[in-house]
């Protein structure tokens, strides 16, 4: 199947500071890409969805100036998050989808932890 | 509104069978998607159903009935190693996911 590389897999940041966490799909064009966030036990939740060359689109309740997502290339996204604050600790997921697909295809995960 | 519905939790028996329902309603209707999900790591892709009816993959087995909006997995001769989260998702009018908030599944001796 289709490989997304997500990176880092773990960090840890001081509150107040932005970490970027990359999403790479590897041997397909990533049309479509989705940022998802999940709290311990619960399920994924959208955060927004971005299409090559354009702007994002987020989820309700979503900040869009902390939580910025660039979408530049078919095969590159990134979300950073910025001025992180300890409640945004989460693991954040990533999933690609090509145009024309229904299978979006998942990378590993983030996990942020803010101290 | 759009609502996926499974349960919290099961438990089973290593070697047993297990049926892991789900229920949605959407605004419209592009298939089903179930995903295994161990704890710390991403989701992983299981079955994808868009036809009424059961798809067999290997020890999983997912099922479709469209018209009374429901699905279930399906889990065979289980293994300690299937412990993890099943997530159900069913996939909009737009192509967006929706999804359920899991099912964890623990495997006993």
């Known amino acids: 199947g289709a490989v997304v590389s997500q990176h880092p897999s773990r960090v840890i940041c001081k509150s107040g500071t932005s970490v970027k966490i990359e999403c790479r799909s590897l041997?397909?064009?990533?049309?479509?890409m989705f940022w998802y966030r999940q709290f311990p036990k619960q399920s994924l939740m959208l955060m927004a969805t971005?299409?090559?060359?354009?702007?994002?689109?987020?989820e309700q309740g979503v900040e869009k100036d902390k939580f910025l997502i660039n979408h530049a290339s078919l095969t590159l996204s990134t979300l950073t998050v910025t001025s992180a604050h300890p409640e945004d600790s989460s693991f954040y997921i990533c999933?690609?989808?090509?145009?024309?697909?229904?299978?979006?295809?998942f990378g590993q995960g983030t996990r942020l932890t803010v101290v | 509104g759009q609502n996926i519905d499974q349960p919290t939790e099961m438990t089973a028996t290593e070697g047993a069978i297990v049926q892991i329902n789900c229920t949605y309603q959407?605004?419209?209707?592009?298939?089903l998607f179930w995903y295994q999900q161990h704890a710390g790591e991403a989701p992983t892709f299981l079955s994808y159903n868009v036809l009424d009816g059961l798809e067999e993959k290997g020890r999983f087995s997912s099922f479709l009935s469209r018209s009374k909006g429901y699905s279930y997995l399906l889990l065979k001769e289980l293994q300690m190693k299937d412990s993890a989260s099943y997530l159900c998702a069913a996939m909009d009018s737009n192509y967006q996911l929706i999804w359920g908030a899991g099912t964890k599944l623990i495997i006993k001796p």
């Open positions: 959407t605004s419209g209707f592009n298939g």
């Open positions: 971005s299409n090559e060359g354009s702007k994002a689109t987020y």
């Open positions: 999933s690609a989808r090509d145009k024309g697909d229904t299978e979006a295809f």
């Open positions: 041997d397909f064009q990533a049309t479509t």
